[in-house]
């Protein structure tokens, strides 16, 4: 199917041309920003911040708390 022509002779540009486009330019940059993320290393502060601790208080408080209720019967 032929594009009907705008006036100067120039085909019109389609909206699923359009979106074609966009949708193909959104991936491209999406797959840049992928490869710049595993390019960096773990910052310093990544490095020393707190991490989980299952026998801490606050952690063993939550699993007390939340547990089902024991099966009957």
Known sequence: MKKPKAAGGRRQFGRREFLRTLGSGAA??????????????????????????????DVQDFYRVNRYPPKRG
């Not at 502060?45 to 707190?50: L, N, P, S």
Request: aromatic share 6%; net charge neutral.
């Open 28 to 57: 491209m940059v999406a797959a840049a920003e992928g490869f710049a993320d595993e390019a960096h290393a773990e910052s310093h502060r990544d490095k020393i911040k707190a991490r989980y601790q299952p026998n801490s208080k």
